[in-house]
């Protein structure tokens, strides 16, 4: 018989999944705790108690993963040794990330993660990015994604980095890099990431015929600037897509 403790602490009927997860993932908490640990101790101390918390299982799995998935790309541009990241980058990224666990976002929050890891452990900027992240939807970072990997770059004759030309694809084309054919909700994450700066005018806007469906997702600047830095780059912009 369950006791009237146990029942107290299950208010969401999450003890079974909280007492497998744990189970599961109490190996690889050790080795991301270590990994944190030498990233940035006071968020380490904290994430250590937080980690015990039963009815916080599904988000504490999630920072898991995250920082999993951030050593791997630390370790693949660069190395973790010697590396340190700002308490306010690390404990903002793994709050505002563990609210997700959609593994294409897990990899850009992990990748942030990464990129945030300098030899003095000072370096804040990846706070723009962060802001930015947080707003997303699952379908407007497939669509960001997809316009940084297949425009083409250039850089200004000042040296920004910026699209080569406009991207502009199908309605049909939208479908396919989202999964998704509701066209007004379609039109209403484009308007969002164009509100954002990231990208060109979306559906039927700018230079195009109301009666078109034809997008704009052009990368700007910005965007792709992020996208390096979600790939876990710390590097130039330029030198990652190698112009």
């Known amino acids: 018989m369950v006791d ?26 050790d080795g991301t705790s270590a990994f944190l640990s030498r990233i940035c101790l006071p968020v380490a101390e904290e994430f250590g108690l937080a980690i015990r918390d039963r009815v916080h299982y599904w988000r504490e799995v999630n920072k898991v993963i995250i920082l999993q998935k951030a050593q791997q790309k630390l370790n693949k541009y660069s190395t973790e040794n010697g590396k340190q990241a700002h308490p306010r980058i690390v404990a903002e990224i ?70 080569k030309e406009a991207l502009i694809v199908s309605l049909e084309k939208l479908f396919q890099i989202t999964g998704c054919e509701d066209f007004h909700r379609l039109d209403r994450e484009l308007d969002h990431l164009r509100s954002l700066e990231l990208i060109g005018s979306g559906i039927g806007a700018g230079g195009f015929s109301e009666h078109s469906t034809d997008a704009d997702i052009t990368p700007s600047g910005l965007a792709l600037q992020m996208y390096v830095r979600c790939q876990g780059y710390i590097g130039s912009p330029n030198q990652y897509f190698g112009i």
């Open 4 to 29: 009237d403790n146990s029942k107290s602490f299950d208010l969401l009927g999450i003890k079974p999944f909280a007492d497998s997860v744990k189970v599961v993932t109490q190996a690889i908490v």
């Open 94 to 163: 793994l709050n505002q990330g563990s609210w997700v666990d959609t593994e294409d976002i897990q990899n850009m929050w992990a990748g942030l993660l990464a990129s945030a890891c300098t030899q003095d452990g000072k370096d804040e900027s990846n706070l723009i990015f962060i802001n930015v992240l947080r707003q997303l939807t699952t379908l407007q970072a497939s669509i960001l994604n997809y316009c940084c990997v297949n425009s083409k770059k250039e850089l200004s004759s000042a040296g920004w980095i910026g699209a």
